[in-house]
């Protein structure tokens, strides 16, 4: 057999609520972590609205795009030292762990959180890995030969901010399933990319995951989770 060395698996699916239904009620992923570890996202439907004939997407968007994931993919992997470590500057971990207070307080009983331990116990590790996302992004649209090892507090806060959007898809998307009835929705947070600003590099070591998100409805015609 083979083996794996700190094996890493980044997930995206788009699917229909039956399946998610599925998913969420099948006795092989309950109580593994699985679930846990899933983001999810209930984009707005376009039907009725969707152009007959789309721009099509601009030449220097795609190169843009395709560079930047290139880099990012390029970046080398010591054998022997292992994946770069990328920290918090002192600002950004101040505020990181004022957010993971926040976090730990609504895990309690009667906390927003408190009927999702399984999910809401990652939860902060879900933001951090979108703030290392955020970091490598930004540097690797810039000029810089190689990324900052600090995430500044911008970043963070960027992250952060995804918090309450990834809570409440959450949240709508055990409802459209019929497995939570009370939820909320969320608006996702404005802060382009290209313009998040940052310092410092430590957080996780797959800088890999990727999170798929768009504007949500009450009643979608599909759902997206990613881990």
């Not at 879900?126 to 990324?147: C, D, F, M, T």
Request: glycine share 6%; proline share 7%; charged share 25%.
């Amino acid at each position: 057999p083979d083996h794996l060395i700190r094996p890493a698996l980044s997930v995206a699916l788009a699917v229909q609520p039956e399946s998610v239904r599925d998913l969420l009620g099948h006795r092989l992923t309950l109580g593994k972590g699985f679930l846990g570890r899933l983001l999810y996202s209930i984009p707005k439907s376009m039907l009725g609205n969707r152009k007959i004939t789309p721009e099509q997407m601009s030449e220097s968007l795609v190169q843009i795009y395709g560079v930047a994931i290139r880099r990012i993919l390029d970046i080398p992997i010591d054998a022997e030292r292992g994946p770069t470590v990328i920290r918090l500057d002192t600002q950004a971990e101040a505020r990181f762990v004022e957010f993971q207070h926040s976090v730990e307080i609504s895990l309690r009983k009667g906390g927003r959180l408190a009927d999702a331990t399984d999910w809401g116990g990652k939860h902060c590790g879900a933001i951090a890995r979108i703030a290392l996302i955020l970091h490598l992004l930004e540097w690797a649209v810039s000029s810089e030969p190689r990324a900052a090892e600090q995430i500044g507090i911008e970043t963070v806060q960027a992250a952060i901010d995804w918090s309450e959007y990834l809570i409440a898809h959450r949240d709508a998307v055990f409802a459209a399933v019929g497995l939570d009835p009370n939820f909320r929705v969320a608006e996702r947070p404005r802060h382009p990319i290209a313009t998040v600003t940052c310092r410092r590099q430590e957080l996780l070591p797959h800088p890999a995951n990727a999170l798929a998100v768009s504007r949500i409805s009450p009643r979608p015609p599909r759902l997206v989770y990613c881990c």
